[in-house]
């Protein structure tokens, strides 16, 4: 089976109820259906299958930060798989296809923007033949059923399914690539490391956006770090947690 097969019902169920915007799970649900996703096309060849707890573990010497995969047809992970989570993406659609009609000969578009005033709108399209005579009645009736039924006029995009994890082999058809993640510490109530939430200016084609990195502590500089950055951790920066780091190096080694 095909990891998609297996959790397509299981997203339409949970859609609009625990979840709000795109379906995600993550280590409890993952316990419970864990014997089904090893017999999953994308994961039975895994030597070694486990949930993690974190987004992140470590090897002893450094963390490992678990990396987002979106599957396709070939899609596998071999070897040792450490799996966080699971998403399903928002509905994606081709360009190409939201005018073509699904039912009569019409069809609803998925929401658009107006470009100028950025409103969203729908649009609602009917094939019309022009070489007969436009009958009214028809036009009206199906214009009543299209606004009856709108579900059954929608134009159907496409998701994808989204795996977080530390994977040491990942497989796309006759492509492999293999990473060295090492031997992974799980003790959670022991971790080597400890994780920062800092700030980064990124200039992306001379404009200037924040973004939001990572960066690790190893466990005997918490306290350290603590001390001196304590009344800044909302607001500390890329530039602040390797400055700490670097001058530390010589207790690190």
């Known amino acids: ?14 859609h609009g109820n625990t979840f709000h915007m795109s379906p995600e799970l993550s280590h409890n649900h993952l316990l419970l259906m ?11 060849e895994a030597t070694e299958f486990v949930i993690l707890a974190t987004p992140f573990a470590d090897n002893g010497k450094e963390a490992v930060k678990t990396v987002s995969v979106k599957i396709g047809e070939k899609t596998k992970f071999k070897n040792k798989v450490y799996l966080y989570s ?14 073509v009609p699904v039912k009569n000969g019409a069809c609803i578009t998925p929401v658009q923007y107006d470009p100028i005033t950025f409103m969203p709108r729908k649009e609602i399209l009917l094939s019309v033949n022009v070489e ?35 994977f040491e082999t990942i497989a796309n058809g006759d492509n492999e690539s293999n990473y060295e993640i090492g031997e992974l ?35 005997e500089l918490k306290d350290e770090f603590l001390k001196i950055y304590a009344d800044k951790l909302k607001n500390i920066s890329v530039e602040d947690v390797d400055s700490f780091l670097n001058k530390h190096k010589k207790i690190l080694l």
């Not at 864990?34 to 039975?44: G, H, R, T």
């Not at 699971?86 to 509905?91: A, F, H, I, R, Y």
């Not at 959670?188 to 960066?215: H, Q, R």
């Open 34 to 44: 864990k014997e089904a996703l090893m017999k999953c096309d994308e994961f039975k």
């Open 132 to 166: 007969q005579e436009l009958e009214r009645k028809i036009l009206h009736d199906l214009l009543d059923d299209i606004l009856d039924n709108p579900k059954e006029y929608a134009v159907r995009g496409e998701k994808g399914i989204i795996v977080r994890g530390i």
């Open 1 to 14: 089976m095909k990891l998609p097969e297996l959790l397509k019902d299981l997203f339409n169920e949970t």
């Open 86 to 99: 699971l998403m399903e993406t928002p509905e994606i659609f081709d360009p190409r296809k939201i005018h």
């Open 185 to 219: 510490n799980l003790d959670y109530d022991n971790p080597k490391f400890y994780s920062v939430m800092c700030l980064e200016n990124k200039n992306i084609d001379g404009a200037i956006f924040l973004n939001v990195e990572t960066k690790f502590i190893p466990t």
